[in-house]
């Protein structure tokens, strides 16, 4: 099933929700919102879903204007942040809901829906778990039931909002890489919230970075990350070094650092690259003269502090090793390349 | 909870769980017919009788009898009922000792009882011939057909709501903040004062306020042990009986109407008692 | 609290063990005298004649009108208010709208109100002058001085209770489950049966049950309405009342045992229910 949005726009009293978003989710996808709190990720998502009601614009489903469709009708699977599984039901009644609330006419028989649970169940891996009831479940297992539930009735797409957010660490990794899995089983065009970039980067087929209501940014995770369109997103994914400069004529210059920046207007301008992507060169009009200031080692991960000649900040630069002597020391001079990077054009 | 936004308008709802309209439309018909109309009718009522008709209606010296009475025993009986209630609350809430859980559950019994069981049980036993009544007598000390009686009823009845008031604000206190002011060198007395009492307060004041209003309006528990001897016993509400009785619908609504104000002005206490302490919290804090 | 041999020091937390003992013991005589006492005399004077005394005060014809109106009462109001509850909670926990507070407000009027003052307000409605008094005489309908008075008088007092229970208890429990339902096109009579109603029926099974004692117990309204008519128009309470003026010490207190013994069952259950199913209920009434 094929998802389009078309100009959605919401507001509440004094603030838009939803600025104008347009967005077009091809079938069988798996897309991430992504984007800190205020940004309108969830908004977007139970505007979807038919929660909420946008004041403008449109939502389809395939061809179909689903707009004006209430939550009953819509036929969405949305799985809430914490689960909103029936507590006075069991597991199985759980998954049967959806079917047995069917009209006469189109509710499948006893069997049917037994068929379909037990099915279900085995596909999130808790064949033995029918009987139970939500209380008896663990975190990780309530989030596959309130999918399994969701999935049950067919839904033209599957909406999670933060459906990892109330677990804990090791559990929210584990159940990220099932639900990946679950995911290619499937086929189901998915839809889901979160504010962890990690999980969006790990898990989506492609990102859309939110912010303040609008779109930053659509991409796969690649793109997202190595070649973020504006400086909030650079900023955002990832951790990412600040130079402050000038672009002249196509380059972009800040004390001896010379680097080319076709494309972006001359004028003031900043150079944003990541700490991995500061490698240790030759002096040259390249690369920047610095001086470490600090190094820390966590795990198998080295992040040197630098000083830059003229700059208030210091630069982070990143190595990974296997536990050798570390690559640099307190007090030295070296010179840093940036390997990858981006300039954008800053207004004073 | 998740905020489920509508347009502000409450005829158009766009929400999606089903209901609104029906459900908000029977809640507010069912209102209004029970309560609302009824009150209407008094409140209309009384703004009819104009400033002659208040004006006779209050000048009876009866009626200023029984309104000092009702009032002032209200008063005492709420101050009287707020000190036992803190006490009871404190010892439930802080203390574990055999017998505790049957005290709790006891509590609640003025709420459950009867008013009219409660005030004869009460008479039987402050009467000049009753349990405690017999003994009080021998020290020459009146308790039933007399104001004392009105004050332990009127107690009776408070109990509850100072002490179910109290008792979720002291559990929910835990021991930090005297574990801050121990630790900061004061004693328990201090302690005690300076940290706990203020904690307290509002809660405190609440159950106040709402022994007050319920004293204020009691009738059941009050008229058999007070005596009612007109200027000297009688309270208020016996004396709105007394006017229907007669015919006097004026004199009846002039003293209704007074005491339904003094009710919403404890209801609108009880519900300012908590923003008032916050906004005080904040400008200190 | 563990019990730590005494040290010259004393615990800062704590009050010392005399006046710990003090608090105790005053806290104790307290409820004795104002709680207890009162209904031990309810239980001694009731069986103070022996128990045929009681049975016959009980079974006495102005006795069984009195039980019966008195159910008759509580048969009416109960439903009503629990249905009507169902909905005003629904509507004020489900749904934002304009001037919720103002009607949360209102609904806590008649706990405000003396129920004299009810009763009052009552005949100024359907009394003589009444505003519906044309209305009445003309369709032959009597509400004073008859059951529909007391009816009404009785669904004032009590018609917070059931309210007052499922507001905070909704609050708390959210709408999401609600919502799923709705997402997997349960419809509006599917997802109160399944989903709604088994959350709250604890909640809604407490609020019955003061709403019901109390419901049994009105005196001040329905005095007012009732018009006294031995053996037509008199509650429990208010037989209770004559018999005590009729200085029928004994037959008043059987009476009065009964109710008395009502509102025991009525603690009982609601211990019960807090202890039992405290989960179930709105925070205010979780149980250490």
Redesign the interface.
Known sequence: MQLHLQGLTKHYPGVAALDGIDLDIASGELVALLGPSGSGKTTLLRVIGGLLHADQGRVLFDDIDATRLSLRERNVGFVFQHYALFRHMTVAENIAFGLRSRPRARRPDKATINKRVQELLQLVQLPEHGGRYPDQLSGGQKQRIALARALAIDPSVLLLDEPFGALDAKVRVELRRWLRKLHERTGQTTLFVTHDQDEALELADRVVVMRAGKVEQVGTPDQIYHAPASPYVFEFIGRANVLEGRVEQGRFQSGALQLDAAGTQDGPARLYVRPHDLVLSEPGAGALPARVRDVLRLGGRVTSELEIGGHARLLEQETFDAGAAPALSVGESVHLRPARYRVFAHAE | ??????P?T?TR????????G???G???A??GV??????A??AV?AAGLGPQGWLRALRDERVHEALKLSFGASLAAAVIASL?GA??A????R???P?RRL?D??????F???????G???T??YAPN???GKLLAVHDIKVAYAVPGIL?AL??IG?PFTVRTLQ?VL?TLG?EP??AS?SLG???FT?FRRVIIPELLPAWLTGFSLAF?RA?????SVI?IAGNLPYKTEIA??L??IR?EEYD?NG??AI?AL??VA??V??LAI?LIPLLFEKKAKRNG | MADIPSSPLRDPLQEPAWLRALLIGAAVLSMALLVVLPLAMVLASAFGDGFRAWWAALAEPDALAALRLTLFTAAIVIPVNAVFGVFAAWALTRFEFRGKRVLLAFIDLPFAVSPVVAGLCLVLLFGTNGWFHALLQEHDIKILFARPGIVMATLFVTFPFVVRELVPLMQQQGADEELAARSLGAGAWTMFRRVTLPNIKWGLLYGVLLCGARAMGEFGAVSVVSGHIRGLTNTLPLHIEILYNEFDGTAAFAVASLLAGLALVTLVLKFWLEARHGDALANSHRRH
């Open positions: 909870m998740s905020s489920l936004a509508s502000s409450p709802n766009r929400s999606p769980l089903p209901g609104f029906l459900s908000l029977l809640g507010m069912w209102l029970v309560v609302l109309l009824p009150l009718a008094l009522r036992v006490l009871v404190w010892v439930l809430v203390y574990r000792f017998g005290l559950a006891l509590v609640d019994l003025p459950a009882l009867p008013t009219a069981v409660a004869i049980a009460l039987a036993i009753g349990w405690v332990l107690v009776f109990l979720p559990e021991r005297e574990e121990a004061a004693s328990r302690t209003a204020l309006g009691e009738y059941g058999f509400p016996l709105i009986t229907l619908y009846a609504v209704a005491l339904l009710s919403f404890c209801l519900n």
